[in-house]
């Protein structure tokens, strides 16, 4: 059963930096394409982040390109998004995902979640 728990999350400042850790299990995370999304307060759930499996490319929306940085741990089974210059906007539920990357849209298809993580970014 594949399972995504994510933590990390709370409250920063503007212009701070904060790290979302998932840890999956039921599967190795390297077998499958990897990455995050994020719901804001009344808002759609937004693409931030996909790695693809086959050769590790890294997709990002165009809101996050070069703030923020998503890794994949093998060794902990682990996918951390490390979060720079964060923005009131950023504030949302975070959600790790498995599914299937793009390179256009960030994410093609969606197949399991995490349960979320709050980020309250303060201004």
């Known amino acids: 059963q594949v399972q995504l728990v994510e933590s990390g999350g709370g409250l920063v400042q503007s212009g701070g930096s904060l790290t979302l850790s998932c840890t999956a299990s039921g599967f190795t995370l390297d077998s499958l394409d990897v990455g995050w999304f994020r719901q804001a307060p009344g808002k759609e759930r937004e693409g931030v982040s996909c790695?693809?499996?086959?050769?590790?490319?890294?997709y990002y929306s165009d809101s996050v390109k070069g703030r923020f940085t998503n890794s994949r741990d093998n060794v902990k089974n682990t996918v951390v998004l490390l979060m720079n210059s964060l923005q009131p906007e950023d504030t949302a539920v975070y959600y790790c995902?498995?599914?299937?990357?793009?390179?256009?849209?960030?994410?093609?298809?969606?197949?399991?979640w995490g349960q979320g993580a709050l980020v309250t970014v303060s201004s």
């Open positions: 995902a498995t599914g299937r990357c793009d390179a256009d849209t960030v994410w093609y298809t969606v197949d399991a």
């Open positions: 790695i693809k499996r086959s050769d590790g490319s890294t």
